[in-house]
């Protein structure tokens, strides 16, 4: 498969993030703060902004795990604004820069936003396809053992009782599911014993790595497939907003009047 485009997948960036509207919970109130409300909505914003917190968590986890966050954070703003903080001479210097932030990244959001469309995905998913190499793949469970002698012990005893679940229990030092893998994933000692088994063989003598010794079971081997698009698409989504992103500064570079200077105050020429 194309590395560089299998590595780009992988990194599945934040920088596509669609601005959605969310509906109110029941009555759309989550705390009430000295008066002061906190909705329902704002929780919900920042559960769609973090798709990491996303993926692994449910909303009503998110929201049992923050509601006391954002009360406390309401708690200290109204202090802050007792305290007159918005005519602190650093807070008027923090929110011009924050504002200057801001800006850059609503602007940089919507052009990319206007670029990174269905068309463009579907269109980047088959580049993917095409350039798409299927490598062989093995699914493998394995008994890791200290030394040689156990690891013949278990060999020994597999093929009697045939229970590779029930010894990797009593006897390994780590999960005995590895799932699917390449060869080039594990370290070569492992990756060369497992990839010389057929589906259902073991392996006869133990195999020696720098963790221990292996007792590896082949379960099954396959020809790796593309993902399917549904699968990938929002790392598609994130490689294209990357990509875009770069571009459009690029594309304002070309067109700015820059000077610059080095640390001596002299014109750095490029």
Same mark, same amino acid.
């Given at each position: ?31 009430v ?14 559960y769609?902004?973090? !798709?990491?917190?996303? &993926?692994?968590?449910s ?15 309401e708690?200290?703003?109204q ?31 919507? &052009? ?7 068309e463009?995905?579907?269109?980047l998913?088959?580049?993917y ?5 299927g &490598?062989?793949e093995?699914?493998?469970k ?45 370290? !070569? ?7 010389k ?5 073991y392996?006869?003598? !133990? ?10 079971l ?9 993902? !399917? ?42």
């Amino acid at each position: 498969m194309n590395k560089k485009l299998l590595a780009m997948l992988m990194m599945s960036t934040a920088l596509f993030v669609s601005a959605n509207s969310f509906a109110a919970g029941k009555n759309g109130v989550a705390a009430v703060v000295n008066g002061k409300e906190i909705k329902v909505d704002d929780i919900k914003v920042a559960y769609e902004a973090n !798709p990491i917190v996303k &993926e692994k968590t449910s909303f009503d986890e998110f929201y049992g795990k923050t509601l006391d966050i954002f009360v406390d954070g309401e708690i200290v703003y109204q202090e802050a604004v007792k305290a007159n903080i918005q005519n602190e001479p650093d807070y008027k210097k923090q929110l011009k820069t924050m504002k200057e932030e801001l800006a850059r990244k609503i602007y940089l959001e919507k &052009e990319v936003r206007k670029l990174v469309n269905d068309e463009a995905v579907k269109k980047l998913y088959q580049d993917y396809k095409n350039t798409f190499n299927g &490598e062989k793949e093995v699914k493998a469970k394995h008994i890791l053992v200290k030394d040689e002698a156990t690891a013949k012990e278990v060999i020994t005893k597999f093929q009697k009782n045939g229970d590779f679940e029930k010894l990797a229990k009593e006897y390994s030092k780590e999960p005995a599911d590895l799932g699917y893998f390449t060869k080039e994933m594990m370290v !070569p000692e492992f990756g060369d014993a497992a990839f010389k088994l057929k589906k259902g063989e073991y392996t006869k003598t !133990p195999v020696k790595t720098q963790f221990g010794y292996h007792v590896i079971l082949v379960e099954d081997v396959r020809e790796a497939k593309p993902q !399917p698009l549904e699968k990938i698409e929002n790392q598609l989504k994130g490689m294209l907003a990357q990509k875009t992103m770069g571009d459009i500064i690029k594309g304002l570079q070309s067109n700015a009047k820059v000077v610059k200077y080095d640390v001596d105050g002299n014109v750095i020429n490029h």
